[in-house]
Protein backbone atom coordinates (compact mmCIF):
# COMPACT_ATOMS: atom_id res chain seq x y z
CA UNK A 1 0.00 0.00 0.00
CA UNK A 2 1.12 3.58 -1.30
CA UNK A 3 0.41 7.18 -0.02
CA UNK A 4 1.39 10.24 -1.40
CA UNK A 5 0.72 13.41 0.76
CA UNK A 6 1.53 17.07 0.13
CA UNK A 7 3.66 19.38 3.03
CA UNK A 8 3.25 22.60 2.32
CA UNK A 9 5.80 25.30 3.74
CA UNK A 10 4.32 28.03 5.90
CA UNK A 11 5.25 31.90 6.19
CA UNK A 12 5.00 33.81 9.41
CA UNK A 13 2.84 36.77 8.78
CA UNK A 14 3.61 38.25 12.16
CA UNK A 15 6.10 36.87 14.79
CA UNK A 16 6.12 38.58 18.31
CA UNK A 17 8.24 37.28 21.52
CA UNK A 18 7.49 37.78 24.61
CA UNK A 19 9.95 36.36 27.14
CA UNK A 20 11.86 33.71 27.67
CA UNK A 21 10.49 30.57 29.38
CA UNK A 22 12.08 28.63 32.29
CA UNK A 23 12.23 25.88 29.86
CA UNK A 24 14.52 27.57 27.40
CA UNK A 25 11.71 28.39 25.12
CA UNK A 26 10.77 31.80 24.09
CA UNK A 27 6.50 32.39 24.60
CA UNK A 28 5.51 33.30 21.13
CA UNK A 29 2.47 35.00 19.42
CA UNK A 30 2.32 34.31 15.62
CA UNK A 31 0.20 34.26 12.98
CA UNK A 32 1.14 31.39 10.64
CA UNK A 33 0.01 30.42 7.21
CA UNK A 34 0.51 27.69 4.79
CA UNK A 35 1.22 28.52 1.16
CA UNK A 36 1.44 26.53 -1.92
CA UNK A 37 5.07 25.79 -2.03
CA UNK A 38 4.96 21.40 -0.96
CA UNK A 39 7.11 18.64 -0.86
CA UNK A 40 5.52 15.49 -1.70
CA UNK A 41 6.31 12.85 0.79
CA UNK A 42 4.97 9.19 -0.28
CA UNK A 43 4.93 6.60 2.24
CA UNK A 44 4.71 3.09 1.64
CA UNK A 45 3.99 -0.24 3.51
CA UNK A 46 7.40 -2.32 4.57
CA UNK A 47 6.91 -5.57 5.71
CA UNK A 48 10.23 -5.17 7.71
CA UNK A 49 9.89 -3.62 11.51
CA UNK A 50 12.06 -0.54 9.38
CA UNK A 51 11.78 3.40 9.10
CA UNK A 52 13.50 4.11 5.89
CA UNK A 53 14.04 7.58 4.50
CA UNK A 54 15.37 8.43 0.92
CA UNK A 55 16.25 11.59 -0.43
CA UNK A 56 17.31 13.27 -3.42
CA UNK A 57 18.29 16.38 -2.03
CA UNK A 58 22.01 16.40 -0.40
CA UNK A 59 21.08 19.17 2.68
CA UNK A 60 18.00 16.55 3.96
CA UNK A 61 19.01 13.72 6.39
CA UNK A 62 18.29 10.04 5.30
CA UNK A 63 18.91 8.56 9.19
CA UNK A 64 16.99 9.39 12.65
CA UNK A 65 18.11 13.40 12.43
CA UNK A 66 15.10 13.98 9.50
CA UNK A 67 11.99 14.93 11.27
CA UNK A 68 9.87 12.19 9.35
CA UNK A 69 11.92 9.84 10.28
CA UNK A 70 11.15 11.15 14.02
CA UNK A 71 7.75 11.18 13.40
CA UNK A 72 7.68 7.92 12.59
CA UNK A 73 9.85 6.59 15.50
CA UNK A 74 7.00 8.64 17.60
CA UNK A 75 4.09 6.78 16.47
CA UNK A 76 5.85 3.43 16.53
CA UNK A 77 6.96 3.64 19.80
CA UNK A 78 3.88 5.18 21.60
CA UNK A 79 1.29 2.98 19.66
CA UNK A 80 3.61 -0.17 19.11
CA UNK A 81 3.43 -0.71 15.60
CA UNK A 82 5.26 -3.58 14.14
CA UNK A 83 4.88 -2.88 10.53
CA UNK A 84 7.86 -0.82 8.56
CA UNK A 85 7.64 2.21 6.07
CA UNK A 86 9.77 3.84 3.22
CA UNK A 87 9.35 7.54 3.44
CA UNK A 88 10.44 8.93 -0.08
CA UNK A 89 10.48 12.80 0.37
CA UNK A 90 10.58 15.30 -2.80
CA UNK A 91 11.82 18.67 -1.67
CA UNK A 92 10.79 21.69 -2.86
CA UNK A 93 10.47 23.62 0.10
CA UNK A 94 13.78 25.08 0.42
CA UNK A 95 16.12 23.52 3.39
CA UNK A 96 16.94 25.72 6.70
CA UNK A 97 15.03 28.97 5.20
CA UNK A 98 12.35 29.54 7.84
CA UNK A 99 9.50 27.57 5.85
CA UNK A 100 9.38 24.85 8.55
CA UNK A 101 10.07 22.27 5.72
CA UNK A 102 11.46 19.78 8.06
CA UNK A 103 8.20 20.22 10.42
CA UNK A 104 5.76 20.14 7.38
CA UNK A 105 7.53 16.80 6.62
CA UNK A 106 7.20 15.50 10.02
CA UNK A 107 3.62 16.81 10.35
CA UNK A 108 2.87 15.05 6.50
CA UNK A 109 4.35 12.06 8.07
CA UNK A 110 2.27 11.76 10.93
CA UNK A 111 -1.05 12.57 9.03
CA UNK A 112 0.31 9.69 6.43
CA UNK A 113 0.96 6.91 9.08
CA UNK A 114 -2.54 7.60 10.66
CA UNK A 115 -4.10 5.90 7.41
CA UNK A 116 -1.48 3.77 6.74
CA UNK A 117 -1.07 2.13 10.00
CA UNK A 118 -4.73 2.84 10.63
CA UNK A 119 -4.28 3.98 13.81
CA UNK A 120 -7.72 5.92 14.10
CA UNK A 121 -5.94 8.87 15.69
CA UNK A 122 -7.84 12.70 16.11
CA UNK A 123 -6.00 15.81 13.64
CA UNK A 124 -5.57 17.38 17.27
CA UNK A 125 -3.91 13.97 18.91
CA UNK A 126 -2.12 14.39 15.69
CA UNK A 127 -1.20 18.26 16.26
CA UNK A 128 -0.15 17.38 20.11
CA UNK A 129 1.96 14.35 19.18
CA UNK A 130 4.01 16.71 16.72
CA UNK A 131 4.58 19.16 19.03
CA UNK A 132 6.93 16.37 20.88
CA UNK A 133 8.90 16.46 17.52
CA UNK A 134 9.30 20.35 17.41
CA UNK A 135 7.29 23.82 17.73
CA UNK A 136 6.10 24.33 14.21
CA UNK A 137 4.58 20.84 13.55
CA UNK A 138 1.41 20.96 15.63
CA UNK A 139 0.48 24.22 13.26
CA UNK A 140 1.32 22.00 9.94
CA UNK A 141 -0.05 18.81 11.09
CA UNK A 142 -3.70 21.55 10.68
CA UNK A 143 -2.30 23.78 8.37
CA UNK A 144 -4.30 26.46 6.92
CA UNK A 145 -3.96 30.22 8.62
CA UNK A 146 -3.96 30.23 12.90
CA UNK A 147 -2.80 32.25 15.68
CA UNK A 148 0.18 30.08 17.62
CA UNK A 149 0.71 30.80 21.10
CA UNK A 150 3.07 29.08 23.89
CA UNK A 151 6.06 27.96 22.15
CA UNK A 152 4.13 27.80 19.06
CA UNK A 153 2.39 24.25 19.39
CA UNK A 154 -0.91 25.95 20.81
CA UNK A 155 -3.05 26.66 17.84
CA UNK A 156 -6.00 28.55 16.79
CA UNK A 157 -7.64 28.61 13.43
CA UNK A 158 -8.25 31.78 11.47
CA UNK A 159 -10.33 32.39 8.25
CA UNK A 160 -8.33 32.60 5.14
CA UNK A 161 -5.98 35.68 4.56
CA UNK A 162 -6.95 38.24 1.81
CA UNK A 163 -6.15 36.66 -1.43
CA UNK A 164 -2.48 37.95 -3.01
CA UNK A 165 0.72 36.82 -4.43
CA UNK A 166 3.08 35.41 -1.81
CA UNK A 167 7.04 36.06 -3.82
CA UNK A 168 9.56 34.39 -2.30
CA UNK A 169 13.33 34.75 -2.31
CA UNK A 170 16.13 33.10 -0.29
CA UNK A 171 19.80 34.50 -0.52
CA UNK A 172 22.56 31.44 -0.42
CA UNK A 173 22.69 31.47 3.03
CA UNK A 174 21.13 28.97 6.12
CA UNK A 175 20.17 29.82 9.55
CA UNK A 176 20.33 28.18 12.86
CA UNK A 177 16.37 28.68 14.85
CA UNK A 178 18.36 28.17 18.39
CA UNK A 179 21.01 30.50 17.19
CA UNK A 180 18.56 33.66 16.24
CA UNK A 181 16.89 33.14 19.22
CA UNK A 182 19.49 32.59 21.48
CA UNK A 183 20.64 36.14 19.80
CA UNK A 184 17.31 37.69 20.50
CA UNK A 185 17.98 40.59 23.14
CA UNK A 186 14.04 41.00 25.13
CA UNK A 187 14.12 44.58 26.20
CA UNK A 188 13.77 46.68 23.45
CA UNK A 189 11.61 44.75 21.27
CA UNK A 190 9.23 46.29 18.79
CA UNK A 191 6.42 44.07 18.94
CA UNK A 192 3.80 43.83 16.00
CA UNK A 193 0.52 44.15 16.72
CA UNK A 194 -1.09 40.59 16.68
CA UNK A 195 -4.35 41.41 17.36
CA UNK A 196 -4.91 43.92 14.72
CA UNK A 197 -3.48 41.21 12.41
CA UNK A 198 -5.85 38.77 13.62
CA UNK A 199 -8.47 41.38 12.63
CA UNK A 200 -7.49 42.44 9.32
CA UNK A 201 -7.55 38.66 8.32
CA UNK A 202 -10.62 38.19 9.68
CA UNK A 203 -12.08 40.96 7.88
CA UNK A 204 -10.03 40.21 5.14
CA UNK A 205 -8.75 43.64 4.24
CA UNK A 206 -5.51 43.62 2.84
CA UNK A 207 -3.91 46.84 3.18
CA UNK A 208 -4.14 46.59 6.89
CA UNK A 209 -2.46 42.90 6.85
CA UNK A 210 0.28 44.62 4.86
CA UNK A 211 -0.03 47.42 7.61
CA UNK A 212 0.84 45.06 10.27
CA UNK A 213 3.48 42.44 9.31
CA UNK A 214 6.41 41.90 12.02
CA UNK A 215 9.04 39.82 12.87
CA UNK A 216 10.84 40.36 15.95
CA UNK A 217 13.45 37.89 14.95
CA UNK A 218 14.17 39.75 11.33
CA UNK A 219 16.39 42.33 13.32
CA UNK A 220 18.69 39.84 14.67
CA UNK A 221 19.04 37.89 11.41
CA UNK A 222 19.44 40.95 9.31
CA UNK A 223 22.47 41.88 11.76
CA UNK A 224 24.04 38.76 10.85
CA UNK A 225 23.11 38.59 7.39
CA UNK A 226 22.89 42.02 5.48
CA UNK A 227 22.14 40.27 2.26
CA UNK A 228 18.87 39.53 3.72
CA UNK A 229 18.38 43.58 3.91
CA UNK A 230 19.24 44.09 0.39
CA UNK A 231 16.45 41.55 -0.63
CA UNK A 232 14.35 43.14 1.29
CA UNK A 233 15.00 46.55 -0.29
CA UNK A 234 15.06 44.97 -3.64
CA UNK A 235 11.33 43.90 -3.01
CA UNK A 236 10.10 47.54 -1.69
CA UNK A 237 11.60 48.55 -4.95
CA UNK A 238 9.88 46.70 -7.39
CA UNK A 239 6.56 47.54 -5.51
CA UNK A 240 5.46 45.00 -3.21
CA UNK A 241 2.64 45.85 -0.95
CA UNK A 242 4.80 44.21 2.15
CA UNK A 243 7.71 42.73 2.56
CA UNK A 244 8.96 40.67 5.73
CA UNK A 245 11.61 37.80 6.60
CA UNK A 246 9.68 34.61 7.29
CA UNK A 247 10.49 32.66 11.01
CA UNK A 248 13.59 32.52 11.72
CA UNK A 249 14.91 33.69 8.37
CA UNK A 250 16.31 33.70 6.16
CA UNK A 251 13.83 33.67 3.58
CA UNK A 252 12.46 37.39 2.73
CA UNK A 253 8.38 37.20 1.05
CA UNK A 254 6.68 39.58 0.06
CA UNK A 255 2.83 39.97 -0.02
CA UNK A 256 1.55 41.54 -3.57
CA UNK A 257 -1.93 42.58 -4.76
CA UNK A 258 -1.38 42.89 -8.80
CA UNK A 259 -0.11 40.23 -11.18
CA UNK A 260 2.39 42.83 -13.16
CA UNK A 261 4.08 43.74 -9.52
CA UNK A 262 4.23 40.11 -8.45
CA UNK A 263 5.86 39.39 -12.18
CA UNK A 264 8.36 42.08 -11.67
CA UNK A 265 9.64 41.70 -7.99
CA UNK A 266 10.00 37.53 -8.90
CA UNK A 267 11.83 38.75 -12.57
CA UNK A 268 14.07 41.49 -10.45
CA UNK A 269 15.43 38.75 -7.24
CA UNK A 270 15.71 36.38 -9.83
CA UNK A 271 19.53 35.46 -10.79
CA UNK A 272 20.06 37.54 -7.72
CA UNK A 273 19.14 35.06 -5.22
CA UNK A 274 19.09 31.51 -4.39
CA UNK A 275 15.26 30.07 -4.75
CA UNK A 276 12.69 32.79 -5.95
CA UNK A 277 9.20 31.06 -5.66
CA UNK A 278 5.46 33.18 -6.41
CA UNK A 279 2.84 31.43 -4.81
CA UNK A 280 -0.50 31.39 -3.47
CA UNK A 281 -1.90 31.10 0.54
CA UNK A 282 -3.47 27.96 0.81
CA UNK A 283 -6.30 29.80 2.82
CA UNK A 284 -8.43 27.55 5.30
CA UNK A 285 -7.29 24.45 7.05
CA UNK A 286 -9.30 22.21 4.69
CA UNK A 287 -7.42 22.88 1.68
CA UNK A 288 -3.83 20.84 2.54
CA UNK A 289 -5.21 17.42 2.09
CA UNK A 290 -3.51 15.52 -0.82
C1 LIG B 1 11.03 30.43 14.12
C2 LIG B 1 9.82 29.54 13.97
O1 LIG B 1 9.98 28.68 12.85
C3 LIG B 1 8.62 30.42 13.68
O2 LIG B 1 7.50 29.70 13.19
C4 LIG B 1 9.57 28.70 15.22
O3 LIG B 1 9.41 29.52 16.36
C5 LIG B 1 10.65 27.66 15.45
O4 LIG B 1 10.09 26.42 15.31
P1 LIG B 1 10.95 25.07 15.22
O5 LIG B 1 12.02 25.22 14.21
O6 LIG B 1 9.95 23.97 15.06
O7 LIG B 1 11.60 25.06 16.65
P2 LIG B 1 12.10 23.84 17.57
O8 LIG B 1 12.67 22.77 16.69
O9 LIG B 1 11.04 23.49 18.54
O10 LIG B 1 13.26 24.56 18.36
C6 LIG B 1 14.51 24.90 17.80
C7 LIG B 1 15.19 25.84 18.77
O11 LIG B 1 14.62 27.15 18.66
C8 LIG B 1 14.45 27.74 19.94
N1 LIG B 1 13.03 28.07 20.16
C9 LIG B 1 12.07 27.54 19.38
C10 LIG B 1 10.74 27.86 19.58
C11 LIG B 1 10.42 28.76 20.61
N2 LIG B 1 9.16 29.12 20.85
N3 LIG B 1 11.41 29.26 21.40
C12 LIG B 1 12.71 28.94 21.19
O12 LIG B 1 13.58 29.42 21.90
C13 LIG B 1 14.99 26.75 20.96
O13 LIG B 1 16.30 27.12 21.24
C14 LIG B 1 15.01 25.44 20.22
O14 LIG B 1 16.05 24.62 20.64
N1 LIG C 1 12.61 16.48 6.33
C1 LIG C 1 13.56 17.43 6.45
N2 LIG C 1 13.69 18.38 5.50
C2 LIG C 1 14.63 19.33 5.63
N3 LIG C 1 15.52 19.41 6.65
C3 LIG C 1 15.43 18.52 7.61
C4 LIG C 1 14.45 17.49 7.56
N4 LIG C 1 14.58 16.75 8.66
C5 LIG C 1 15.60 17.28 9.38
N5 LIG C 1 16.13 18.34 8.76
C6 LIG C 1 17.24 19.16 9.30
O1 LIG C 1 16.65 20.33 9.87
C7 LIG C 1 17.40 21.49 9.55
C8 LIG C 1 16.41 22.66 9.40
O2 LIG C 1 15.69 22.44 8.24
P1 LIG C 1 14.23 23.06 7.94
O3 LIG C 1 14.13 23.15 6.45
O4 LIG C 1 13.19 22.30 8.63
O5 LIG C 1 14.40 24.51 8.60
P2 LIG C 1 13.42 25.72 8.73
O6 LIG C 1 12.55 25.83 7.53
O7 LIG C 1 14.24 26.92 9.03
O8 LIG C 1 12.55 25.33 9.98
P3 LIG C 1 11.62 26.30 10.89
O9 LIG C 1 11.01 27.32 9.97
O10 LIG C 1 10.59 25.32 11.45
O11 LIG C 1 12.52 26.86 11.94
C9 LIG C 1 18.17 21.15 8.28
O12 LIG C 1 19.42 21.74 8.31
C10 LIG C 1 18.23 19.64 8.25
O13 LIG C 1 19.49 19.16 8.63
Given at each position: MKLLIKAPAKINLSLDVLHKRPDGYHEVEMVMTTIDLADRIEMSLLDKDTIKINS??????????NLAYQAARLLKERFNVKKGVSITIEKTIPV????AGGSSDAAATLRGLNKLWQLGLSIDELATLGSEIGSDVSFCVYGGTALATGRGEVIQQLPAPPTCWVVLAKPFIGVSTAEIYRRL???GIHHPNTKEMVRAIEEKDFKRVCNHVGNVLEEVTLDLHPEVAQIKDQMKRFGADAVLMSGSGPTVFSLVEHDSRMHRIYNGLRGFCDQVFAVRMLGERHTIEG
Open positions: QNRFVPDDQRAAGLQID
